[in-house]
T-cell receptor, first 115, second 113 residues
């Protein structure tokens, strides 16, 4: 069990550019979550997958954001036409849906800075 | 709808003193409650969780929390603070069938030597 990994750990981009982040969950975890954390705030839910199906999307996830989990393993989060307000830490978590309310294990996050 | 309120964005305690971090929740259905800790530039680590079993929950690193339905509270305590406890602490709520977590705004714990 190597834990949840995220890549890259840091990303600096210019406004208007597209960025893509990757999350590798704990192996055999069938649920995967994305959260966004801005400075001084708690994480906010963005979306989650059960296997390859995207089951819920937050209103925070504007049409510039898209998430995929094509084979039910790793996931990508893409932000198109980035804005300065997108600067945040993007956290990924995974859990196993075998028991009630399984623990979500978080990755180290990807810190995005939009200039 | 669910929400969490963490009272006190910053808490300072002396090394060896009691740690008390406050969390009140709002939920229209029986809640599941969590405390996570975040060290600088890292992800979140689960300290403990309440999932409708025992109301007093023991977690890692000597932390514990008590679920009080009448007070809608889930405060986090540790009898004796250690320097390594300095971090940001987040309370979160969810409910069965919709496991997305709703977090509070966090409490930054500082330990005074």
């Amino acid at each position: 069990d190597t834990g949840v990994s995220q890549d890259p750990r840091h990303k600096i981009t210019k406004r208007g550019q597209n960025v893509t982040f990757r999350c590798d969950p704990i192996s055999e975890h069938n649920r995967l979550y994305w959260y966004r954390q801005t400075l001084g705030q708690g994480p906010e839910f963005l979306t989650y997958f059960q296997n390859e199906a995207q089951l819920e999307k937050s209103r925070l996830l504007s049409d510039r954001f898209s998430a995929e989990r094509p084979k039910g393993s790793f996931s990508t989060l893409e932000i198109q036409r980035t804005e300065q307000g997108d600067s945040a830490m993007y956290l990924c978590a995974s859990s196993s849906r075998h028991h009630r309310q399984e623990t979500q294990y978080f990755g180290p996050g990807t810190r995005l800075l939009v200039l | 709808a669910q929400s969490v309120t963490q009272l006190g964005s910053h808490v300072s305690v002396s090394e060896g003193a009691l740690v008390l971090l406050r969390c009140n929740y709002s939920s229209s259905v029986p809640p599941y409650l969590f405390w996570y800790v975040q060290y600088p530039n890292q992800g979140l680590q689960l300290l403990l969780k309440y999932t409708s079993a025992a109301t007093l929950v023991k977690g890692i690193n000597g932390f514990e929390a008590e679920f009080k339905k009448s007070e809608t509270s889930f405060h986090l305590t540790k009898p004796s603070a250690h320097m390594s406890d300095a971090a940001e602490y987040f309370c979160a709520v969810s409910h069965f069938g919709n496991e997305k977590l709703t977090f509070g705004t966090g409490t930054r714990l500082t330990i005074i030597p």
